[in-house]
């Protein structure tokens, strides 16, 4: 029950999202079906809508996984953070972890392992699944939502993604290395994306926890 709780907050967030995703799937001329089984299949808010995109625009089935791995890249970090874990499992639950293993799902479990001390597979499984459950019945309302109400994406529901984001980081800034990793990161975007820098966002990311990381060891240095 604990993992429901923790996750719902960043689990209703994203509503707006997923009612997006699915209203976008029928605008891109997904049948029903295919824009159901996409959420249950894929799961993969950004890149579910990163893919629709390009389908829209007539895109191939290369720039599709091509952009997937660029924008689910940040999931081998979340992976390598649980990687001592996930290896003493059966392959069955580490095929269930991973499949469930999203933002929201990686912040509320590393969360819960630095309060208890370890990590809680049933607890991480069960915050997946809450979310895979709300994100799919999200998506299915913005099918519906999608074929009876024009013009839905024109609501402004994609600020529901900087929110979540927002949500997840802004209670880990527990550290002066932290805090200048986030800024780091924040105004870089911003730059890379007032100058069109392809792929600006990633760049942004990746110069925010070298930094984070090299303040964070010089501060250990200090210490000892």
Request: charged share 10%; aromatic share 10%.
């Amino acid at each position: 029950m604990a993992a429901v709780l923790d996750t719902l907050p960043l689990a209703i967030a994203v509503i707006p999202w997923g009612i997006l995703c699915g209203s976008l799937g029928i605008k891109m001329g997904l049948s029903l079906l295919e824009s159901q089984l996409m959420s249950l299949l894929v799961f993969a808010g950004a890149a579910q809508l990163s893919a629709l995109s390009i389908i829209g625009v007539g895109g191939g089935l290369s720039s599709i996984l091509g952009s997937t791995a660029v924008v689910s890249s940040r999931h081998l970090l979340y992976s390598a953070t649980f990687r001592g874990e996930a290896l003493k499992l059966p392959l069955y639950k580490r095929i269930a972890f991973a499949f469930l293993l999203t933002d929201e799902m990686f912040a509320v479990a590393e969360n819960k392992k630095r309060t208890l001390g370890y990590f809680s597979f049933e607890y991480a499984l069960i915050s997946g699944f809450t979310f895979y459950l709300i994100w799919n019945l999200s998506t299915f309302t913005g099918i519906i939502a999608g074929k009876s109400i024009p013009n839905l994406e024109a609501l402004g529901l994609e600020f529901a993604i900087a929110a979540t984001f927002i949500a997840m980081v802004v209670p880990n800034i527990k550290s002066r290395a932290t805090l200048i990793a986030v800024l780091v990161s924040a105004v870089s975007s911003v730059i890379f994306h007032i100058y069109a820098v392809s792929n600006g966002l990633l760049f942004s990311g990746l110069m925010g926890m070298c930094i984070g990381y090299l303040l964070e060891n010089k501060a250990e240095e200090e210490e000892v």
